[in-house]
């Protein structure tokens, strides 16, 4: 995938999953996004040979959360 494939599928998957973090948590946009970009998922998923973008918006919101929360288990650390 070229840089530019992945900067595009980057920018996508972000919009959602920050849209999925908003309805979860009543954050605005900028909070959530805040949030999410400062996140360990975040510095994995914009990682392309991490190749964690594989994962569904769904599971990424999740891992964020769980994140949040301190049970985040990721094999291999995040």
Same mark, same amino acid.
Request: without cysteine; charged residues 30%; hydrophobic residues 40%.
């Given at each position: ?11 996508i ?5 920050? +849209?999925l973090? @908003?309805?979860?948590?009543?954050? /605005? !946009?900028d ?14 998923l ?9 994962? +569904?918006?769904? @599971?990424?919101?999740?891992?964020? /959360? !769980? ?12």
């Amino acid at each position: 995938m070229s840089d530019r494939e992945f900067e595009g599928l980057l920018y996508i998957i972000t919009t959602n999953v920050v +849209s999925l973090i @908003m309805q979860k948590t009543g954050w /605005d !946009e900028d909070e959530a996004m805040e949030r999410f970009v400062r996140s360990k998922v975040y510095a994995q998923l914009e990682n392309e040979k991490t190749k964690v973008w594989h994962y +569904s918006v769904v @599971m990424l919101a999740q891992f964020f /959360d !769980e994140e949040r929360s301190g049970k985040l288990v990721w094999e291999g650390g995040i």
